[in-house]
């Protein structure tokens, strides 16, 4: 009754309004700025502020996000400026007081060149930050994508954290991922802060990582764009690393979380013949390629196409889809030529009704939907493990793969 009294705006309903407090501010310094390279080549420029007390910690280092953003502000080094908290947690600089510019200030010139490796650096049409195109001999990259293949949600591998990957390369060890898997006992222990115990659960970590499911693999890569729960899709979509390579712009667009700005950095990704030469190598490692084989409860929807819009009363989408999968069909993300069904539940939306009724896709119901199968429930071991695996990593990215393109390290 509540939320009726208090009713609608034009943009949201007032019963779920949330109130911000206003960040806290500080005025401080800005010392120099600072150029950090990603695993991606992405340049972010960080901030070296005159410690400041703001909301509790000390902040010294701020990101100043991209070129754009800095001539917007037209921050320069020697300017007081103003530091909060975005979110409360990462500091950022909201403007500068003029004020107190010093007489002699110039405006700040952007790097044009790699401050690691000296390239030309890039933009490329739609982004807002600068690139560094040396991928394969810029070192902040080249340990960059190491340490993201040796993640917990990528290839887990244990004893191995950013220092010993350093150790590693500066040793020339490791120049690739496919390295790793060519590292003998011996050539650790004798390394600096290692010694045989370590160099040995280093090896066996690495060894055990070819165990690894095949999505958590394609996470490892580090395709541009391609998050843990986009790679999750993929490898559900596709099954295998092959299919996934073989695969057109289309067919890619048709797996779930998977839009064409993906799509084209897949397909970019593998027209690399650097990529797949690290590839060759990581097979003949035996890093697993293939999703496992599902245990089928039926063929009943064996070469049919699918897709689920709407809410549900019985199961969730992703039960729903689920069970599609255990009983031999396909799930497609969008309404296309190629889907046979559409599973319908109560506010599907009108454009993928308008566009199923175009095409002649048949739309059906929950009800009618289980009664192809003719059985109700997902067999209990796979119910399971959808749930820990749900908890694990369900959403916890959501659609944001674009979160990988690397976030400087503050702190």
Same mark, same amino acid.
């Given at each position: 009754g509540v939320r009726r009294q208090l #009713?609608? %705006?034009?943009?949201?309903?007032?019963?779920?309004?949330? $109130? +911000?407090?206003?960040?806290?501010?500080?005025? %401080?310094?800005?010392?120099? @700025?600072?150029?950090?390279?990603?695993?991606?080549?992405? /340049?972010t420029p960080v901030a070296n502020l005159e410690p400041v007390l703001l909301a509790g910690t000390t902040v010294r280092r701020a990101t100043l996000h991209n070129a754009e953003q800095m001539a917007?502000?037209?921050?320069?080094?020697? *300017?007081? @400026? $103003?530091?909060?908290?975005? =979110?409360?947690? /990462?500091?950022?600089i909201t403007g500068v007081e003029l004020s107190q510019r010093p007489a002699d200030?110039?405006?700040?010139?952007? !790097?044009?060149?790699?401050?690691?490796? #000296? %390239?030309?650096? @890039?933009?490329?049409?739609?982004?807002? +930050?600068?690139?560094?195109p040396n991928q394969g001999g810029c070192r902040p990259q080249i340990i960059g994508r190491i340490i993201h293949f040796i993640r917990r949600k990528a290839m887990d591998i244990e004893g191995l954290g950013e220092e010993t990957v350093e150790l590693l390369y500066e040793n020339g060890l490791v120049r *690739?991922?496919? &390295?790793?898997?060519?590292?003998?006992?011996?050539?650790?222990?004798?390394?600096?802060?290692?010694?045989?115990k370590s160099a040995d659960n280093i090896i066996r970590s690495i060894r055990g990582s070819v165990e690894v499911p095949f999505r958590r693999v394609l996470f490892g890569l580090g395709i541009r764009f391609v998050g843990e729960t986009t790679a999750k899709y993929l490898a559900e979509h596709f099954r295998s690393l092959d299919a996934v390579m073989k695969a057109t712009r289309?067919?890619?667009?048709?797996? *779930?979380? @998977?839009?064409?700005?993906?799509?084209?950095?897949?397909?970019?990704?593998?027209?690399?013949?650097?990529n797949l030469a690290i590839i060759r190598r990581l097979r003949d490692a035996g890093v697993k390629f293939e999703a496992e084989a599902r245990e089928l409860a039926s063929e009943s929807l064996a070469g049919k196409s699918f897709v689920i819009s709407g809410k549900f009363s019985n199961h969730s989408r992703d039960?729903?889809?689920?069970? !599609?999968? /255990?009983? #031999?069909?396909?799930?497609?993300?969008?309404?296309?030529?190629?889907?046979? $069904?559409?599973?319908?539940?109560?506010?599907?939306?009108?454009?993928?009704? +308008?566009?199923?009724?175009?095409? =002649?896709?048949?739309? /059906?119901?929950?009800? *009618?939907?289980?009664?192809?199968?003719?059985? &109700?429930e997902i067999p209990a071991a796979n119910a399971a493990e959808k749930r820990t695996e749900g908890s694990a990593e369900g959403g916890a990215e959501g659609g944001a793969a674009h979160k990988d393109a690397a976030e400087p390290e503050l702190f």
């Open positions: #009713g609608f %705006t034009a943009k949201a309903p007032k019963w779920a309004v949330a $109130y +911000k407090f206003k960040a806290e501010q500080a005025l %401080t310094r800005l010392d120099s @700025v600072a150029f950090q390279v990603g695993r991606t080549g992405a /340049i917007l502000l037209d921050i320069r080094p020697g *300017d007081m @400026v $103003y530091v909060e908290k975005g =979110g409360e947690i /990462i500091p950022k200030s110039r405006p700040f010139e952007y !790097i044009t060149v790699c401050p690691e490796c #000296g %390239t030309p650096l @890039v933009k490329y049409e739609g982004e807002a +930050k600068h690139y560094c *690739d991922v496919a &390295d790793l898997y060519d590292l003998q006992a011996p050539q650790l222990a004798c390394l600096p802060r290692l010694g045989e289309e067919e890619l667009t048709e797996a *779930d979380e @998977v839009g064409g700005r993906i799509a084209d950095a897949i397909i970019e990704y593998f027209a690399d013949e650097k039960e729903l889809k689920e069970l !599609i999968e /255990i009983h #031999g069909g396909r799930n497609l993300a969008a309404v296309s030529a190629n889907v046979d $069904y559409i599973v319908a539940g109560e506010n599907m939306g009108p454009a993928k009704l +308008k566009k199923a009724e175009k095409l =002649g896709v048949k739309i /059906i119901s929950e009800e *009618d939907f289980i009664a192809m199968i003719g059985s &109700d």
